[in-house]
């Protein structure tokens, strides 16, 4: 599993922004993918996550109805779009998995990460 998060920039207050996250592995399907993101000086936090076929996902109560995840397993690809974005959305955002049979919100239950990318939202 090797992951490779992409998407991040600098945009403005009520913009929309999708982030992608490619595996360049063979197992992709099997595993459980999640975003976090980091904001400076705060603990990573759970942003969403998703289940093997996508049927099943989760949100952290600031994002729901802002942020959509989803994925395409033929692309070995899960995305997070994101809208109506606020300068306290500005974080590294990391794309994560784990493999097991439900979704975790806590970053040291997920086993492989990808670099992250900076999200900055002007006011």
């Known amino acids: 599993v090797q992951l490779q998060a992409s998407g991040g920039g600098l945009v403005q207050a009520g913009d929309s922004l999708t982030l992608a996250c490619s595996d360049s592995?063979?197992?992709?399907?099997?595993?459980?993918m999640s975003w976090f993101r980091q904001a400076p000086g705060k603990e990573r936090e759970f942003v969403s996550g998703?289940?093997?076929?996508?049927?099943?996902?989760q949100y952290a109560d600031s994002m729901k109805g802002r942020f959509n995840i989803y994925r395409d397993n033929a692309k070995n690809t899960v995305y997070l779009q994101m809208r109506s974005l606020k300068p306290e959305d500005t974080a590294v955002y990391y794309c994560?998995?784990?493999?097991?049979?439900?979704?975790?919100?806590?970053?040291?239950?997920?086993?492989?990460w990808g670099q992250g990318t900076q999200v900055t939202v002007s006011s």
């Open positions: 994560a998995g784990r493999r097991g049979r439900t979704l975790d919100t806590q970053p040291d239950k997920h086993n492989y």
């Open positions: 592995g063979r197992t992709f399907s099997s595993l459980l």
């Open positions: 998703i289940t093997w076929s996508g049927s099943g996902t």
